[in-house]
């Protein structure tokens, strides 16, 4: 079955450094790739997603890269804040309608003042 | 619009109880999910619904039981509690289509002594 690794496990920057989390999975099959943050005590929230028609994507201080034939994936955060910190959740779709993810271990990331 | 909503919030069990741990979405949406989120290990999927009338087993689906009672309600029953089930539960909902976001309700912090 699908298996995604998520480096590093946690991350520390100085404010205003740029943060790259990234994943790997195993299901060539996989075509859909969200990231979720999650703050303390919170819900997973997505932040922004990419498909595998797509190499990157860009929503402002995010952008999403994939390399569909290394199955790999990276999420990039530039110019990070103090409110960026959170453990941040990457996941590749499964499934015959790609309805399915299968998740990452997850990033702590912590932005230092 | 409320999303997704979860309860209770939080519970705390002794060995052997049972209770179920309900989940409503307001987004008409076919899919539902159940997770469960540990330290470290990112979010295991625990049992499915790709539609109304419709449930299958995730990765963890062992001591757990599930039902999809209309298209909004998505339940988690768990028969006789154990100690290994203290865990974060998470429900969550899917968009119309293939390859769409994962919507999750605030979780449910479950404690079995």
């Known amino acids: 079955g699908e298996n995604v690794e998520q480096h590093p496990s946690t991350l520390s920057v100085q404010e205003g450094d740029s943060a790259v989390i990234k994943c790997t999975y195993s299901d060539s099959a996989s075509n859909y790739f969200p990231w979720y943050k999650q703050e303390l005590g919170k819900r997973p929230q997505l932040i922004i997603d990419i498909r595998s028609n797509v190499g990157e994507k860009k929503d402002q201080r995010i952008a999403v890269t994939l390399n569909k034939t290394a199955k790999h994936f990276s999420l990039h955060i530039t110019e990070t804040q103090p409110e960026d910190s959170a453990v941040y959740f990457c996941?590749?779709?499964?499934?015959?309608?790609?309805?399915?993810?299968?998740f990452g271990p997850g990033t702590r990331l912590s932005v230092l003042p | 619009n409320a999303g997704v909503t979860q309860t209770p919030k939080f519970q705390v069990l002794k060995t052997g109880q049972s209770m179920t741990l309900q989940c409503a979405q307001d987004m008409n949406h076919n899919s539902m999910y159940w997770y469960r989120q540990d330290p470290g290990m990112g979010l295991r999927l625990i049992y499915y619904s790709a539609s109304e009338g419709t449930t299958d087993k995730g990765e963890v689906p062992n001591g757990y039981n599930v039902s999809r009672l209309n298209k909004r309600e998505f339940s988690l029953r768990l028969e006789s509690a154990a100690p290994s089930q203290t865990s974060v539960y998470f429900c969550?909902?899917?968009?119309?289509?293939?390859?769409?976001?994962?919507?999750f309700g605030d979780g449910t912090r479950l404690s079995i002594l």
């Open positions: 996941a590749a779709s499964i499934g015959a309608y790609g309805q399915n993810f299968v």
């Open positions: 969550a909902s899917g968009g119309q289509g293939s390859n769409q976001p994962q919507h």
